[in-house]
T-cell receptor, first 114, second 109 residues
Framework: GAGVSQSPSNKVTEKGKDVELRCDPI?????LYWYRQSLGQGLEFLIY????????KSGLPSDRFSAERTGGSVSTLTIQRTQQEDSAVYLC????????????FGPGTRLTVL | DAKTTQPNSMESNEEEPVHLPCNHS???????IHWYRQLPSQGPEYVIH???SNVNNRMASLAIAEDRKSSTLILHRATLRDAAVYYC??????????FGTGTRLTIIP
């Protein structure tokens, strides 16, 4: 079956522009996560969605970052007024349930802010 | 945040066992230990997880210390395809996994 997909795979943008990153989780997975991986760094948790519950936004680095999940499936991560420090690989993961269930990661979107 | 300590890098010869250590001294009694790995230019993939008892699956084994403050991921017979960054983490009682910089494993043919 299809895994987690993300688009675009690469995004180059200019400082100050807004970007939208998309994640299509595995069908039937109720939990969806966004992470950020800067060059040479580990993964940094950003936001977590579980079913219809309010998302856990505790990892978002600033109010320029937001995310939504429509219909309990596709998710979009939006970064407004991008800065050079936003350059990173943005990874999405989904899992069937939470906590004890393995997270399946997408290939990521490499964002470069010039 | 859940904090773990792993060596930055390790090397192993092909077809030999590999033991990847992880310290998680601040883990609580109900936190599960998770291991993921990340192959070059790919997203992380799940390897194994456990609570107290040692665990085995088709990919690896997980040995958990009796005090649970450390664990070891065991690859029984390393292949070139096992070259990756291996992350140890625990769920800190919630769904947010925090990944450190992991151990970069190099397999020598």
């Amino acid at each position: 079956g299809a895994g987690v997909s993300q688009s675009p795979s690469n995004k180059v943008t200019e400082k100050g522009k807004d970007v939208e990153l998309r994640c299509d989780p595995i069908s039937g997975h109720t939990a969806l996560y966004w992470y950020r991986q800067s060059l040479g760094q580990g993964l940094e948790f950003l936001i977590y969605f579980q079913g219809n519950s309010a998302p856990d936004k505790s990892g978002l680095p600033s109010d320029r970052f937001s995310a939504e999940r429509t219909g309990g499936s596709v998710s979009t991560l939006t970064i407004q007024r991008t800065q050079q420090e936003d350059s990173a690989v943005y990874l999405c993961a989904s899992s069937f349930e939470t906590r004890l269930r393995e997270q399946f990661f997408g290939p990521g979107t490499r964002l470069t802010v010039l | 945040d859940a904090k773990t300590t792993q060596p930055n890098s390790m090397e192993s010869n092909e077809e030999e066992p590999v033991h990847l250590p992880c310290n998680h001294s601040t883990i609580s009694g109900t936190d599960y230990i998770h291991w993921y790995r990340q192959l070059p230019s790919q997203g992380p993939e799940y390897v194994i997880h456990g609570l107290t008892s040692n665990v085995n699956n088709r990919m690896a084994s997980l040995a958990i210390a009796e005090d649970r403050k450390s664990s070891t991921l065991i690859l029984h017979r390393a292949t070139l395809r096992d070259a990756a960054v291996y992350y140890c983490t625990y769920d800190f009682g919630n769904e947010k996994l925090t990944f450190g910089t992991g151990t970069r494993l190099t397999i020598i043919p």
